[in-house]
């Protein structure tokens, strides 16, 4: 069963067929020196001369500016805390290139607008749900908003059933005791968080503090946050969810909800803050010219040190920050982000123009911020989980039991340190969010994790027919919060867990 208006008889839109109308619309010269060949093309910029005969769409590059969310302003600041004021509805807003295409995203967007907050100083968002009793994807209108990575009460953090009904408002109290780290904000009402996300409703939450700006990273304008995502459009420009218990897959790549686009950049460092914010994509992203990149951290911050990588893969609602730097890309030419998971139409990300030359004063320290490292032998308890289902259409389960909000299926005690293992019963990998708290990966497969996850982390991708066994602390908040596999649809057809934190 297709949800969502299915449009004339069309099944999909391809990324090609993208490209093909783009074209019509935006023609520009293929530049000299380009390091990429004009088939990896993602995007492109200038237009064609009315006098010239416009060539086939698919040997020219073509592209949407990359669109970078706005950040949202404060409705009422104290010397202590911000507040803020956000919306949720059901908006129309041009996605492929002269369609409309009807969203259920916050103020009007998709992503929505990025909240910059700072360490120590308290947030409150007042959020206003705007949609009708059901909306696209046949979903309800209820909403849950989740802030994911966020350290908070458990009053605050959006048990799946904490629900705001249509109609009504609700204000979410984020205290931001914790480190500086690339968070999101997204739905997470009990089976239908799937939904909710395809159809627009997520958006970032970046935490910064004093001691993170003294490091001379690039910042500002050179400061870009890029959330990827797949997706699935009619020939209409609708888009097409058909609630895959599998997992939801698109042939369609967005960043920041633009198809195809590029960057103009200078040839100086830049920081990108990547989020993989599909519903069940992983991505393993790499430069086109096979050079590295500096990873500064993942989920939950900084590392202590950077870590060169040519790639890295991220699975559902896992975060890098990284820096690339274009110096040694003349002007004129030009690099891309690609997927190496991906093939023909998903296998490029983003393109980025080298246009410009200019100083740059930023720097990549090699001390970013010391990690305070959990001892396994001051673990009170180990706990094992195992992950399963999914046969013939059933529910997805962990230890074998559905998700039910009154169960209760750990109780750490506050202010202890546990281990939890993880096994896949599975074919597919799973990626397991924990809320309310940060951890360190221990192992997967038995092995240490790579230097790049050696961090803190709130997500860990459980391999098929694989292992994960991570350490973490309940330091401050008690009360009831969940655990759950990462690809929506999974977690919406139940593999999902609540564990209480006991006084």
């Given at each position: 069963?297709?949800l969502?208006?299915?449009g004339?008889?069309t099944?999909s839109?391809?990324?090609?067929?993208?490209l093909k109308?783009m074209g019509a619309?935006?023609v520009a010269?293929?530049?000299?020196?380009?390091?990429?060949?004009?088939?990896?093309?993602?995007?492109g910029c200038g237009g064609?001369?009315?006098d010239?005969?416009?060539p086939d769409?698919?040997?020219v590059?073509?592209?949407?500016p990359?669109?970078?969310?706005p950040?949202l302003t404060?409705?009422?600041a104290?010397?202590?805390d911000?507040?803020?004021?956000?919306s949720?509805g059901?908006?129309e807003i041009?996605?492929?290139p002269?369609?409309s295409?009807?969203i259920?995203?916050?103020d009007?967007?998709?992503?929505?607008p990025?909240i910059r907050?700072?360490?120590?100083?308290?947030?409150?968002v007042?959020?206003?749900n705007e949609l009708?009793?059901?909306t696209?994807?046949?979903a309800?209108?209820?909403?849950v908003?989740?802030l994911?990575g966020?350290?908070v009460p458990?009053?605050?953090d959006?048990?799946?059933t904490?629900?705001v009904p249509?109609?009504t408002?609700?204000i979410y109290?984020?205290?931001?005791?914790q480190?500086?780290?690339?968070?999101w904000y997204h739905?997470h009402?009990?089976?239908?968080t799937?939904p909710?996300?395809w159809?627009?409703?997520a958006g970032l939450?970046?935490?910064?503090?004093d001691?993170e700006?003294?490091l001379?990273?690039?910042?500002?304008a050179?400061e870009v946050?890029l959330?990827i995502?797949?997706?699935n459009?009619d020939?209409?420009?609708?888009?097409?969810?058909t609630?895959?218990?599998?997992?939801?897959?698109?042939d369609t790549?967005?960043v920041?909800?633009?198809v195809?686009?590029?960057?103009r950049?200078?040839?100086?460092?830049?920081?990108f803050?990547?989020?993989?914010g599909?519903?069940?994509?992983?991505?393993?992203?790499a430069l086109s010219n096979?050079?590295?990149?500096?990873v500064?951290?993942m989920?939950?911050?900084?590392?202590p040190s950077p870590?060169a990588?040519?790639?890295?893969t991220?699975?559902?609602?896992?975060?890098?920050?990284?820096?690339?730097d274009?110096?040694?890309i003349?002007v004129?030419e030009?690099l891309?982000l690609?997927?190496?998971l991906?093939?023909g139409?998903?296998?490029?990300?983003?393109?980025f123009d080298?246009?410009?030359m200019e100083?740059?004063?930023s720097q990549v320290?090699s001390?970013?911020r010391?990690i305070?490292?959990?001892?396994v032998?001051?673990?009170?308890q180990?706990?094992?989980?195992t992950?399963s289902?999914g046969?013939?259409?059933?529910?997805?389960?962990i230890?074998?039991n559905?998700?039910?909000?009154?169960?209760?299926?750990?109780d750490p005690k506050?202010?202890?340190?546990?281990?939890w293992e993880?096994?896949?019963?599975t074919?597919?990998?799973h990626p397991v969010?924990?809320?309310q708290?940060l951890?360190?990966i221990l192992?997967?497969n038995?092995?240490p994790p790579?230097?790049t996850?050696?961090?803190w982390k709130?997500?860990?991708?459980?391999?098929?027919?694989?292992?994960a066994?991570i350490?973490?602390?309940?330091p401050d908040y008690?009360?009831r919060y969940?655990?759950?596999?990462?690809?929506l649809?999974h977690?919406?057809?139940a593999?999902?867990?609540r564990?209480?934190?006991?006084?």
């Amino acid at each position: 069963m297709i949800l969502g208006k299915a449009g004339k008889g069309t099944v999909s839109t391809s990324r090609r067929q993208v490209l093909k109308v783009m074209g019509a619309a935006a023609v520009a010269p293929l530049r000299p020196g380009l390091i990429v060949g004009a088939a990896q093309l993602l995007g492109g910029c200038g237009g064609g001369s009315s006098d010239v005969p416009v060539p086939d769409p698919d040997s020219v590059p073509v592209g949407s500016p990359l669109r970078v969310p706005p950040v949202l302003t404060p409705s009422s600041a104290t010397a202590t805390d911000d507040a803020y004021v956000l919306s949720v509805g059901e908006a129309e807003i041009e996605i492929l290139p002269g369609m409309s295409t009807r969203i259920v995203g916050f103020d009007g967007m998709t992503p929505g607008p990025t909240i910059r907050a700072r360490a120590g100083r308290p947030v409150t968002v007042s959020l206003l749900n705007e949609l009708p009793p059901t909306t696209l994807g046949d979903a309800p209108g209820e909403v849950v908003i989740h802030l994911h990575g966020g350290h908070v009460p458990a009053s605050d953090d959006g048990f799946p059933t904490d629900t705001v009904p249509p109609g009504t408002s609700r204000i979410y109290s984020y205290p931001n005791n914790q480190l500086p780290a690339t968070l999101w904000y997204h739905d997470h009402l009990m089976d239908f968080t799937g939904p909710h996300v395809w159809f627009g409703m997520a958006g970032l939450y970046l935490i910064t503090d004093d001691y993170e700006e003294g490091l001379g990273l690039p910042n500002g304008a050179y400061e870009v946050p890029l959330v990827i995502q797949d997706r699935n459009f009619d020939g209409d420009g609708n888009l097409v969810y058909t609630g895959n218990r599998n997992g939801e897959i698109g042939d369609t790549l967005l960043v920041n909800g633009t198809v195809a686009p590029y960057l103009r950049v200078a040839d100086r460092k830049y920081r990108f803050r990547i989020l993989n914010g599909s519903n069940a994509r992983a991505y393993r992203i790499a430069l086109s010219n096979g050079d590295s990149f500096q990873v500064l951290g993942m989920e939950g911050g900084l590392l202590p040190s950077p870590v060169a990588a040519s790639s890295i893969t991220l699975t559902t609602a896992e975060r890098v920050d990284i820096v690339i730097d274009f110096s040694s890309i003349p002007v004129g030419e030009s690099l891309v982000l690609r997927n190496l998971l991906g093939s023909g139409d998903t296998a490029d990300i983003l393109r980025f123009d080298v246009d410009r030359m200019e100083t740059d004063d930023s720097q990549v320290p090699s001390v970013l911020r010391p990690i305070e490292r959990l001892a396994v032998g001051d673990a009170v308890q180990t706990r094992s989980f195992t992950l399963s289902g999914g046969m013939m259409g059933g529910l997805w389960t962990i230890n074998g039991n559905p998700f039910d909000p009154d169960r209760v299926d750990a109780d750490p005690k506050l202010g202890t340190v546990e281990i939890w293992e993880f096994r896949n019963a599975t074919m597919m990998d799973h990626p397991v969010h924990i809320h309310q708290t940060l951890f360190q990966i221990l192992e997967i497969n038995g092995s240490p994790p790579p230097a790049t996850h050696a961090g803190w982390k709130d997500t860990v991708n459980v391999p098929a027919r694989g292992s994960a066994r991570i350490i973490m602390g309940f330091p401050d908040y008690a009360g009831r919060y969940v655990f759950h596999c990462h690809v929506l649809e999974h977690e919406d057809h139940a593999m999902m867990a609540r564990f209480d934190v006991i006084p």
